[in-house]
């Protein structure tokens, strides 16, 4: 198969994987598996809604950290709500 039978999607992809500096490999495949299952089910389960003002800069920086973590914006936002009220939120700074 060559480049031409790609869609434009698939030859972006195919671009970003063949760059050396833009995929990394995960080193505990089953942990990080089980996490991404957890995020899921955080996602899946939400049964209430709530509506916050933030400005537009944290909005970017939290999008950013999603973007890095795989995960989506507003299940990072939950994903720290939650570990902050449980107790398990750890500040590394």
Same mark, same amino acid.
């Given at each position: 198969?060559? @480049?031409?039978?790609?869609? !434009?999607?698939?030859?972006?992809?195919?671009?970003?994987?063949?760059?050396?500096?833009?995929?990394?490999?995960?080193?505990?495949?089953? @942990?990080?598996?089980?996490?991404?299952?957890?995020?899921?089910?955080?996602?899946?389960?939400? @049964?209430? /809604?709530? @509506?916050?003002?933030?400005?537009?800069?944290?909005?970017?920086?939290? !999008?950013?950290?999603?973007?890095?973590?795989?995960?989506?914006? !507003?299940?990072?936002?939950?994903?720290?709500?939650?570990?902050?009220?449980?107790? /398990?939120?750890?500040? /590394?700074?």
């Amino acid at each position: 198969m060559s @480049n031409k039978d790609l869609d !434009q999607e698939e030859r972006e992809l195919l671009e970003s994987y063949e760059k050396k500096d833009e995929w990394q490999s995960v080193e505990d495949v089953g @942990n990080a598996a089980s996490r991404f299952r957890g995020y899921a089910k955080a996602t899946i389960r939400k @049964n209430s /809604r709530v @509506n916050i003002r933030i400005s537009s800069k944290d909005l970017e920086a939290i !999008q950013k950290k999603a973007l890095e973590e795989g995960i989506p914006y !507003q299940t990072l936002i939950a994903s720290v709500l939650h570990k902050y009220v449980t107790g /398990r939120f750890v500040d /590394r700074s």
